[in-house]
């Protein structure tokens, strides 16, 4: 079993900046994909951006300059570096983690961090 734990949320102003961390632990397996997703009040949940254990990356085209995520392998943590935020990226924020090994394919969420940009 996968445990996610996220850090990093907070509150911040429209322009300012926020790192969030998503800590890994239990039994990892490769290939994966990890990914944040975000739910704001009233919409779907979303994916934000993805990280494969290769290091491809894909991110939706409202963060596309301005987040930018990455993972050490070595300690399973996920960064998701956030700047020149904006109120409409006020959500939460949950970290994914998806195995995508033949013989053990598994899907995981953290609970996930407040992020709210004022105005």
């Known amino acids: 079993q996968v445990q996610l734990v996220e850090s990093g949320g907070g509150l911040v102003q429209a322009g300012g900046s926020l790192r969030l961390s998503c800590a890994a632990s239990?039994?990892?397996?490769?290939?994966?994909?990890m990914g944040w997703y975000r739910q704001g009040p009233g919409k779907q949940r979303e994916l934000v951006a993805s990280i494969r254990s290769g290091g491809i990356t894909d991110y939706t085209d409202s963060v596309k300059g301005r987040f930018t995520i990455s993972r050490d392998n070595a300690k399973n943590t996920m960064y998701l570096q956030m700047n020149s935020l904006k109120p409409e990226d006020t959500a939460v924020y949950y970290c994914?983690?998806?195995?995508?090994?033949?013989?053990?394919?598994?899907?995981?969420w953290g609970q996930g961090t407040q992020v709210t940009v004022s105005s």
């Open positions: 994914n983690y998806e195995s995508r090994w033949a013989y053990q394919a598994a899907n995981y």
């Open positions: 239990g039994r990892i397996f490769s290939p994966n994909v």
